[in-house]
């Protein structure tokens, strides 16, 4: 009796790890149509701007673009600090409290020598306002507040391909690119001074190989990793450290490989849990969209009034709700703003506009 109650402690433990591990295929939620961005390589899901994704080219381009989940261009954003191989990007927390920042990783090894290097630099600013309204105008911004800092291995030189940023402690991890398995190095830079020097400690040796990118979930509780044919997450318990996490065996999560992505390395979670985003270098990439086979979005009804549409969806008090246009879609009538609401009322509520427009809504971004 004792073994079995034990083994039930253990498979709701690890229940309680895993609130949900399963994905849909892919499908694509648009295209990007950026001329300089052909080697796309980091993803991550804006926390300050709701359905906003910013990504960035391989190698020392000094350029990051913000676009809409659907690939509408809404920004581009430039550091003036000079950079060798950016390989990653992350958002998470930093030295201030309710302030997410844009966490950008010059981890490659392309340029040094061999293909390896004994230290990696991350730059770190504060995530810049970006707003859904400027599809079809974007905007390009210097980005403000920036800081450098150098990251030096404890044990050689390495390649690496992935940066995380974990929203719970703020630590931040590299993750060597090698044949076999990855090397994941820790280092928090809440307290680093702008340009300094900071060892990086060894964590532990993940068994994935070849990293090209990978994430966290804003709520801390999915690793994922990904090379080009191949991803893998782990789930993490309450309290537990990322070391834990990955010691673990991980689940196979799909991606979509050659041929449709030409070389995929990019991967990063959505904030609202609703699954996760990958794009591929090339040109004018789609953005593949893998739900949550657990999520819940809000349930849209879409039918003609007239020459008008009318658009209802189940919303949830407290919450406020941004109607989002595909990026196809924005010459019309329809704006990429659109109505915004915020539920006030006790359970949920049912959200009913006529709005007069000619073009197919898309989705219901949570703000």
């Avoid at 991550?44 to 080219?57: E, F, M, Q």
Wanted: a negative charge; charged letters at 20%.
């Amino acid at each position: 009796m004792a073994m079995v109650l034990l083994l039930i402690a253990a498979v709701r433990s690890e229940a309680a790890c895993s609130p949900c591990s399963s994905y849909q295929p892919g499908i694509s939620w648009g295209f990007t149509a950026i001329n300089a961005l052909s080697e796309a390589s980091g993803l991550a899901a804006s926390a300050r701007n709701p359905g906003v994704l910013w990504t960035h080219n391989d190698g020392s381009r000094k350029r990051v673009y913000a676009v809409s989940t659907n690939g509408a261009t809404l920004s581009s954003l430039n550091f003036t600090v000079d950079l060798g191989d950016v390989e990653d990007m992350a958002v998470g927390p930093g030295p201030v409290a309710g302030t997410s920042y844009l966490y950008y990783g010059d981890i490659g090894g392309n340029a040094s020598p061999g293909d390896i290097r004994s230290s990696v630099v991350v730059l770190r600013v504060p995530e810049p306002l970006v707003d859904l309204a400027w599809a079809g105008s974007p905007r390009e911004i210097t980005f403000a507040g920036v800081q450098s800092f150098t990251l030096s291995y404890p044990d050689g030189s390495f390649d690496a391909e992935t940066l995380l940023v974990d929203p719970i402690t703020a630590d931040v991890f590299v993750v060597t690119k090698q044949d076999a398995s990855a090397r994941l190095y820790r280092a928090n830079l809440n307290t680093a001074a702008n340009n300094a020097t900071v060892p990086m400690t060894f964590v532990r040796t993940v068994a994935f190989a070849k990293a090209a990118g990978g994430d966290i979930s804003a709520d801390g509780k999915l690793i994922a990793l990904r090379r080009e044919e191949a991803a893998s997450l782990w789930a993490r318990c309450d309290n537990e450290p990322i070391s834990t996490a990955l010691g673990r065996s991980p689940k196979s999560i799909p991606v979509m490989g050659k041929p449709t992505e030409s070389n995929g390395e990019a991967i990063a979670f959505l904030r609202d849990g609703s699954g996760y985003v990958t794009i591929s270098e090339g040109d004018d990439q789609p953005i593949y969209f893998f739900r949550s086979t657990c999520a819940q979005p809000p349930l849209v009804q879409i039918e003609s009034v007239g020459s008008m549409m009318r658009i209802s969806f189940e919303a949830i008090a407290g919450l406020s709700y941004g109607l989002e246009a595909r990026a196809d879609l924005l010459s019309g009538s329809w704006t990429a703003t659109g109505d915004s609401i915020v539920a006030s009322a006790d359970g949920p509520l049912h959200f009913d506009t006529v709005r007069t427009v000619t073009r197919r809504f898309f989705r219901v971004v949570v703000q």
